[in-house]
């Protein structure tokens, strides 16, 4: 069964992506290895919009958000929540042991700069966690204008989840302040899942040494020791790290500013053409994610039969809503390798689909 992939992750993979993979193996202590590693530092540098290091973990985003809080929270933590994975971000603090509070949003609504501050300013936190763009509900908060008050309170770290638009947009870790930014492989890298992406301040990484029960396998002071040889803590996924060398190399031809152009320009296409046959973006105006767009179901259609159509007859599937929006939205992924050609098939496929499509059971 073969079919294209534009849900908001894993996105497609190219064959170019997927013969980097291929290669034949290496040592992880390797010189080999450590070429490797080192070669990729500057140009991921390069995405984050920083000087600190870039660590590589084999794990999906998950493994360095529960990391990220096991290192660096002693008091207790802000979790933002808009979304389902910022609402998980929330239970996951909890499970990990912290003392949290839950700044809840609907979801659909961006984070509110102002209530981040009211509740900062208690003084009760070293910590905060945001998601840049809620990929659940195709939301995108305001990310320098949070970053800015966050900034008012030195005490407080940020972790940030960039995990779906991280090179979809710039975002400048160093000029924003960000002391621990997280993102995966599989959304806009375009990359198979598995890898995952973690840059730390000098900030964050002296208080990760001050916790005694950080753990081991997402222990920042073993990224960064193993970093400062060119490697991993243990041995990684090999495989992915060719991926990510070569996807390296396609974001270096292509260029971060065209790069961008591109993802801004299909997600408008998306956008435009869905609202023409008479639906409307789910999140708040002026808030809609750039890697995908998240449609409200306002003609009431049968999304599980959509997707059925899409998949059998034009070899393609988009996603029928997340968690408790299951059946209420549809999202479709702009992110990683799509060009004009692409988007517009796709969209031609769905425009055939939606004609073929019947109204969901009352
Ligand atoms: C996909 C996603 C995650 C979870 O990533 P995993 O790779 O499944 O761990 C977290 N945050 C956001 C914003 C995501 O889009």
Redesign the pocket.
Known sequence: MSYKLFI??PVAVSEKTLRAMTQPMIGHRSTDFVALYNSIQPELQAVLGTKDPVYLSTS????V?EGALRNVVKKKVLNCMNGA?SDKWYDVSLRCGKQATALKFEWGQPVDPEAIRKELATGDYDALTL?H???SCGCMSDLPAIMKVVREFPAVIAII?T??SLSVLPINKDELGIDVLVA?S??AFAMP?GL?FLSVSKKALDRAATLPDRGYYFDFVEFQKNHEAGMTPSTPAISLIYALRSKLDDIKAEGLAARYARHARLNQTVRDFVISKGFTLFPKEGYGSASLNCFANTQNIDLGALNKILKSKYKLVIDGGYGKLKGKTFRISNMGDETDETIAAMLQSLESALAETPKAAA
């Open positions: 908001p992750g999906s985003a998950w493994g958000m994975f998601i763009n809620e990929t989840d995990v779906s995966g599989q959304k899942p995952s």
